[in-house]
């Protein structure tokens, strides 16, 4: 006869050897304040239902500066108590670890089952450092495979022999809870008796420190045609842990890891942890929005500065709610900054100006600005400085809403990698490069990314500042850079810096080849800082040039009409010229020709006499050459080629020796460009331009407008004469 067991009776087995496997085991952990790691740890834990107990919570720490120094006896101490309650539960099971450092990444059943395989009583988590007293490495048994050495942060165990571990002597508060457990685990009849085994190759735990290399991410599909989850692998052993542990200096790798598990980031969701935590100030009256002090720190000089300053008047917070401060340090901004505070200071609750007559060195300033923020009862603190272009005018509100700690937008030079934050730490605390940082950078990844450095923009929840002595928190330090200390200190205290591209924030200034001696400065950017420049310098109905909707305007046969220049750029490159100020003489005698005669003369000024015959030429490349393809049609020459680049001042009534109008002739160009550079019948009277072929002349002409029209053979012309007032204009022959 055979025994079949009842549906009934199978269902009642497995649900009991599972109710056995999770219901039995305590889950501890010791931690005895908030800390952002805590929270980490507790929604790791709670994305598996695992209801860990918190020992020690709200007392002072007891176990002597672990970061340091060796300590921890008080957790083991804290855990003995805990459990003396169920000394005689000879089946119940303890899984401890350390809280701050420790993620799951695994169910409680899962996590059992692992530690069932092994055969072990109690099971530690192993790794590769003899700690902290390297003269007991020779009693260690030797390893086949795997890590050698004991670390206390995370083990398993049955409660009767866990209990006889820790009761095995005394223990102080002040004592190392790792030496303690190694001293027991190198007795060797004490583990044998005990079956304390080490976790060699990280089928359940994963200490982190010295094995970096060992861990890779790697996402595979949850289950077919599933999304994509992330699982931390360790591929020198081949195996999946499921309790990670950042110890020692492997922090950040923890961190690292934890922007991905446990199903923090996958590829269809994007980012879960985003949605964790939110604020929400949409809809709030202004009295309720939290205060924020907003700080500036212009300590290079920096192009763009003006607008810089407008994208921060331009945030979308009520202003009422907000303190500035600001520190400049260079007095080439003087104006930019006395400009924008005379136009919108009194729009903001407060104002606290450090001008660089004060004298007062960056590393002050910015521990001052923190200062000052608590004096203001500020909710926000928010640090910008002057390379920081928030474009998102919703930034300030949306790093707000995302409540973390402290938190910054993503903000590079745009197509470049440079950016505001670090993915990672070299051993010396420089920058190293994440595995993922490329993907950030340009936001092939979108997300909160817990990382180790972030600069230039970024705002600190002010609970921080008034949690802990406030000193604790600044940049101060001896030749070191003052966004270095700051993200230092931070990490020391076990602050999570994140840096945030869930959207585009803004982007970074390049400052490195700012020549404030130049008329003009920003002119010269068209390199270093071609968007700002462009959006700067570049007629807003640019684009509108190649609608294919709109018709190109043709004041005459093959002369083309264009907006191309904003009104800024015709005033700053005159200024450049006026304050260069070596007109030509207007005569066929021209030093600046090779050959020295010149057959129309004009008085002018050559782009290279200014320095700025490159970045004319640029310009020429990448705006008017675009437009020259379109209306010659099949004339292709990329880079453009010329060599007489020039600003023309035509003067009547105030120079009456100056040359007013242009006698007919040919240019020596495949063709020629004429950007009008000031107002006809504002600034000047007359003037324009006559193609004697077509008997067809343009006179209406508008500032910032480019003409364009072939050189020679057809269009033969002449300059008409200027009856009244100043004209200048830019000319190019481009091609001769
Ligand atoms: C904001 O963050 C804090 C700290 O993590 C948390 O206690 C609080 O609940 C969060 N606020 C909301 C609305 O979730
Ligand atoms: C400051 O404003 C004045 C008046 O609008 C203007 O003339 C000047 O150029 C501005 N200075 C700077 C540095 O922007
Ligand atoms: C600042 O942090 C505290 C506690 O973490 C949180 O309750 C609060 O909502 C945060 N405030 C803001 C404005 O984010
Ligand atoms: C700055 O912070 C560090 C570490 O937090 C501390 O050691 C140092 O004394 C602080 N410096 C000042 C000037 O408060
Ligand atoms: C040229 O145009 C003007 C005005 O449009 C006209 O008066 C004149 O007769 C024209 N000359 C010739 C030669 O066609
Ligand atoms: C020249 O321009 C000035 C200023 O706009 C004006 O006052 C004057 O009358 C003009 N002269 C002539 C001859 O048009």
């Excluded at 110890?247 to 964790?276: D, F, I, M």
């Excluded at 003006?306 to 709610?321: A, D, S, T, V, W």
């Excluded at 450049?576 to 005669?597: A, H």
């Amino acid at each position: 006869m055979t025994f079949k067991y009842s549906p009934a009776i199978l269902l009642f087995v497995i649900f009991s050897v599972t109710s056995k496997e999770t219901g039995d085991i305590l889950v501890y952990t010791v931690a005895t304040e908030e800390t952002n790691g805590f929270d980490r740890y507790l929604d790791s834990a709670s994305e598996f239902n695992i209801q860990p107990k918190i020992l020690g919570f709200g007392h002072e720490w007891r176990g002597g500066e672990v970061k340091t120094h060796p300590g921890g006896g008080w957790k083991l101490k804290l855990l003995k108590t805990a459990l003396e309650p169920f000394e005689g539960d000879d089946n119940k099971l303890v899984l401890f670890t350390d809280a701050y450092d420790v993620i799951f990444l695994g169910k409680l059943d899962e996590i059992v089952r692992r530690f069932h395989k092994t055969g072990a009583r109690i099971l530690f988590g192993a790794e590769p450092y003899c700690w902290p007293d390297a003269g007991l490495e020779t009693k260690y048994p030797e390893v086949k495979e795997g890590k050698r050495f004991l670390n206390s942060g995370m083990f398993i165990g049955y409660v009767p022999e866990v209990l006889k571990l820790l009761s095995r002597k005394e223990i102080d508060d002040q004592d190392d809870d790792q030496l303690f457990c190694t001293e027991a685990y190198l007795d060797e009849k004490f583990r044998e008796d005990a079956q304390i085994k080490l976790d060699h190759t990280n089928e359940l735990f994963q200490n982190l420190n010295g094995v970096a290399g060992e861990i890779e991410i790697i996402s595979k599909p949850t289950k077919e045609g599933d999304i994509d989850k992330y699982y931390v692998k360790n591929v020198l052993y081949q195996t999946e842990p499921i309790v990670i542990h950042g110890n020692g200096a492997s922090k950040h790798t923890l961190n690292y890891l934890g922007n991905y598990v446990p199903n923090a980031w996958n590829s269809v969701e994007g980012c879960r942890q985003c949605k964790k935590g939110l604020i929400n100030l949409e809809g709030l009256p202004s009295k309720d929005v939290p205060v924020v002090l907003i700080a500036l720190f212009i300590e290079h000089n920096t192009p763009f500065l003006e607008e810089f300053l407008n994208k921060i008047h331009n945030l979308q917070y009520p202003k009422e709610r907000i303190h500035l401060f600001i520190h400049n340090a260079m007095k080439f901004h003087t104006d930019h900054v006395n400009n924008f505070t005379e136009k919108h200071a009194k729009e903001y609750v407060t104002l606290k100006q450090i001008t660089p007559d004060d004298a007062i060195p960056e590393w002050t300033a910015r521990d001052l600005s923190l200062d000052h923020c608590l004096t203001k009862k500020c909710d926000i603190y928010f640090s910008v400085d002057s390379i920081a272009h928030i474009d998102n005018p919703y930034t300030l509100k949306l790093l707000i809403e995302q409540n973390r700690t402290v938190i910054a937008p993503l903000l590079t030079r745009p197509g470049k990698a440079w950016s505001n934050f670090w993915g990672a730490l070299s051993k010396d605390g420089f920058y190293a490069r994440s595995n993922d940082y490329m993907d950030i950078v340009h936001s092939e990844k979108r997300g909160l990314w817990n990382v180790p450095f972030i600069s230039n923009a970024y705002i600190i929840n002010s609970t921080l500042l008034k949690s802990r002595d406030r000193t604790v928190i600044n940049y101060t330090k001896p030749k070191v850079d003052a966004d270095m200390t700051f993200c230092s200190n931070l990490r020391k205290i076990d602050v999570f810096m994140y840096v945030s591209n869930r959207v585009d924030f803004g982007h970074l200034i390049n400052p490195d080849n700012f020549d404030t001696t130049r008329t003009e400065p920003d002119m010269y950017q068209i390199f270093d800082n071609a968007q700002d420049w462009e959006d700067r310098y570049i007629h807003v109905d640019y684009p509108e040039n190649f609608n294919p909707e709109k018709k190109d305007l043709q004041p005459c046969p093959d002369v083309y009409w264009f907006p191309i220049v904003s009104e800024r750029f015709c005033n700053s490159l005159i200024n450049m010229m006026e304050n260069f100020g070596k007109w030509s003489s207007g005569t066929n005698n021209d030093e600046r020709l090779v050959g020295g005669y010149e057959a129309v003369p004009t008085r002018d000024i050559h782009m290279n006499q200014v320095g700025w015959e490159p970045h004319w030429l640029h310009f020429l490349q990448k705006y008017v050459r675009p437009l020259q393809e379109k209306v010659f049609i099949g004339y292709y020459h990329d880079p453009p080629k010329s060599l007489m680049n020039f600003v023309v001042r035509e003067n009547y009534r105030y120079r009456p020796d100056e040359q007013p109008s242009l006698r007919p002739h040919h240019d020596s160009s495949t063709y020629t460009i004429n950007i009008a550079l000031n107002r006809r019948n504002v600034d000047y009277e007359g003037g324009g331009c006559k193609f004697i072929r077509y008997n067809c002349s343009v006179v209406d002409t508008k500032q910032g407008w480019l003409l364009i029209h072939p050189g020679r053979l057809t269009h033969f012309h002449e300059g008409l004469q200027v009856t009244n007032g100043t004209r200048y204009i830019m000319i190019s022959f481009v091609d001769p």
